[in-house]
């Protein structure tokens, strides 16, 4: 483990020994992460990266704890695998993240090109992570249903598992060749994807195993939302989703993208992926609200670490209590951490401080799971 990622991971934990103590130490933020950040040390020697195509066949069905509509069909789901050359170089490896999005997003949450230093898988890379980045169903590259309405927060969750199996089996297509078996798979989500991560992690066991081996939660939480978040939920499903013949919608405006969802980020990456924004599933939006009550009936039984990341600003879909209470929903894990990041709002990872970002991410995966 790097340096700099050992002092934020051992922030973490001594943060989460106060937090069993007392509530109030629960929050990351002020002086402390100043220090954290004039801390921060050179990587080293460069690591050879990589990054090649991914492909993976899918059914789209709901076997899921969350029932919803879904049409069944079979899809192509795209994305990329990124990480060190060493870790890519023979059919079996130790482990693998992989990162799901949210609203109005695609792949490109986890990998942002043309903007130095935000593609986020590529960071991870050169600190010994691999990862996997994708289009879920219904987004950019990966297949669409005909109808946005054919798919659903459940089934996105059923699609995540029949491709974690594939990670460890290697049944997926790499570049030109076979996958590569992955003996561990951390599963990841952004905003809604935090909610598909979720639905997985609790639906699925193998010989009696949870499915994944981690949970990562960005900038999700079930609980504490906000009477504009609220609102905009049941506008969406109610009256944008009505209207839409292809049962496709945006969330989201383009002015509120550009000024709400954003602390003190570098115009360069507002404008860069306000023009990759995508449309949504109807069925993904009107599924959502009604899995937070599944979500919380059965999170208990999610046993693996857990670590829960929100910007340190993100105030506009969740109070800040229903922030910290989401560590507390999972009773059945002994390890969880949640951190906030110091000036970022809704996509920590597009934000100036995204090197402490970063750093929590790769600093949290290489304390637990087995790197090259």
Request: proline share 4%; aromatic share 10%.
């Amino acid at each position: 483990m790097r340096s700099e990622d050992r002092d934020v991971v051992g922030q973490i934990e001594r943060d989460a020994t106060r937090r069993r103590r007392c509530v109030a130490s629960f929050i990351l933020t002020g002086l402390a992460w100043l220090v954290l950040l004039g801390a921060q040390a050179s990587a080293g020697a460069a690591v050879p990266i990589v990054e090649l195509p991914v492909a993976f066949q899918v059914t789209n069905t709901d076997t899921s704890l969350l029932p919803c509509l879904s049409n069944a069909a079979t899809y192509t789901i795209n994305g990329h695998i990124t990480g060190p050359q060493l870790a890519l170089a023979s059919s079996k490896a130790n482990s693998i993240t992989m990162y799901l999005t949210g609203y109005e997003t695609a792949e490109w949450t986890w990998d942002l090109k043309g903007v130095p230093g935000y593609d986020y898988a590529a960071e991870m890379a050169r600190r010994g992570q691999v990862s996997l980045t994708l289009d879920e169903l219904g987004y950019g590259t990966s297949g669409h249903p005909t109808n946005g309405n054919e798919t659903c927060q459940g089934a996105e969750a059923d699609i995540t598992h029949q491709i974690v199996q594939k990670l460890r089996h290697g049944s997926y297509t790499l570049g030109a060749g076979p996958g590569i078996e992955f003996s561990k798979v951390i599963l990841a989500g952004h905003d809604v994807g935090g909610a598909v991560a979720e639905i997985e992690a609790y639906s699925y066991e193998q010989n009696g195993q949870p499915d994944i081996d981690g949970l990562i939660l960005v900038t999700y939480a079930d609980q504490g939302f906000t009477p504009y978040i609220i609102e905009k939920a049941t506008l969406a499903a109610d009256d944008w989703c009505t209207q839409s013949a292809s049962g496709y919608v945006h969330y989201v405006t383009e002015q509120e993208y550009r000024t709400l969802l954003f602390y003190n980020a570098d115009r360069r990456v507002i404008d860069a992926t306000n023009a990759l924004r995508n449309e949504n599933p109807c069925g993904i939006v009107r599924s959502q609200p009604q899995g937070v009550f599944v979500d919380r009936a059965n999170m208990s039984r999610i046993k693996v670490p857990v670590l829960i990341v929100f910007g340190d600003n993100e105030q506009l879909v969740w109070t800040r209590q229903g922030e910290e209470e989401q560590q507390g929903d999972f009773t059945g894990s002994s390890d969880k951490s949640t951190v906030f990041i110091p000036e970022a709002r809704h996509f920590p990872m597009f934000e100036r401080t995204y090197k402490t970002f970063d750093s929590v991410m790769s600093g949290w995966l290489a304390s637990r799971f087995q790197t090259p």
